[in-house]
Structures are given as C-alpha cells and as structure tokens.
C-alpha cells in the first residue's frame, strides 16, 4: 500500500475516533442508552486498531521511529494520555464533573496530537504560546 494511501487511511480514521469519542463522552454523561448499542461497543475498538496499524506502518515507510524523532515521542505519549483520559471520562471517574473534565482534557489531547502531527514538532500548538 502506498504512503498516501495509508496517511489517508490514518487521517479518517483519527477523524472517526474523534467523532466516536465525542459522541460517547455525551452518551455517558446523558446516560443514553446508545453506549449499550453493540456496535458502540465494537466499532471504536476496531477503528483504534486501524490508527495505531496505520501509526506504525507510516513510521516504518519514513523511518522515523518515537524515542529517535521527538514529534514522534510527544504523539505516542500523548496517546497514552488520550487513552487514559478517555477510561476516565467512559468510566472510571466517580463523579459527572470528574468524567467531563477528562473529556474535555482528552479532546485537547486530540487536538494537540493532530497539531503534533502536521507541524512534525513536539511542541504542535503549544509552540504559539512560547513566542
Ligand atoms: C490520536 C492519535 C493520532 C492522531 C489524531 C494522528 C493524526 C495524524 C495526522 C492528522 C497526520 C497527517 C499529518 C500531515 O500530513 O499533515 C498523521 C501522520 C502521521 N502519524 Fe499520526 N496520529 C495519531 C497517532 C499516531 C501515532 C501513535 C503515531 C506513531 C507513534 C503516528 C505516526 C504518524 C506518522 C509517522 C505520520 C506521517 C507523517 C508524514 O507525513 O511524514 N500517529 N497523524
């Protein structure tokens, strides 16, 4: 598969891992009965798979690797961080406003990747706040 091909594949499947986790951040805090659908429950795990199998095979076909390129360190930890964010705002914290400052905290986490991403800098947006 090509290298555009595969940064496209990549690219929606970031957009549909957003979207999902915003939708599911309001189902849980409206307690909708939508995260019981079973495909809310299969299909983020799928497409997550598809990102982080996009993740590596985009690393492998540039050759830069995390804990060689900085940009690329900042984004897999900060996946880390959108991962964890995203148990407690699904999850794990106990109170309303506990799970909806972790989704919030998560969707800046996002964005920030995304800004990591197209800048190729570990700074992203925060380095318009430096100058
Ligand atoms: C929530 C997680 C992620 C999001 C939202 C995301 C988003 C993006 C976006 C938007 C691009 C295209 C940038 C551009 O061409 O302007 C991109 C490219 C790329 N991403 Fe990700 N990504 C994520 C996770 C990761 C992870 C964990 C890795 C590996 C550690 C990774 C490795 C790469 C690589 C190697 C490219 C290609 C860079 C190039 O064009 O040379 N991504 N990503």
């Given at each position: 598969m090509g290298f555009l091909m595969l940064k496209n594949i990549h690219i929606f499947s970031a957009l549909i891992s957003f979207t999902l986790f915003f939708m599911r951040g309001l189902w849980v805090m409206r307690g909708?009965?939508?995260?019981?659908q079973k495909w809310v429950k299969i299909v983020p795990h799928i497409n997550d798979t598809i990102l982080l199998g996009t993740a590596i095979a985009l690393m492998i076909s540039i050759g830069q690797y995390p804990f060689v390129e900085a940009w690329l360190t900042v984004k897999l930890l900060a996946l880390v961080a959108y991962i964890c964010l995203g148990i407690e705002a699904l999850g794990?914290?106990?109170s309303d406003i506990g799970r909806s400052l972790a989704w919030l905290a998560a969707l800046i986490v996002f964005l920030f990747i995304v800004s990591v991403a197209i800048?190729?800098?570990?700074?992203?947006?925060?380095y318009s706040f430096m100058l």
């Open positions: 909708s009965a939508m995260m019981q794990l914290a106990k800048t190729q800098s570990p700074f992203g947006f925060l």
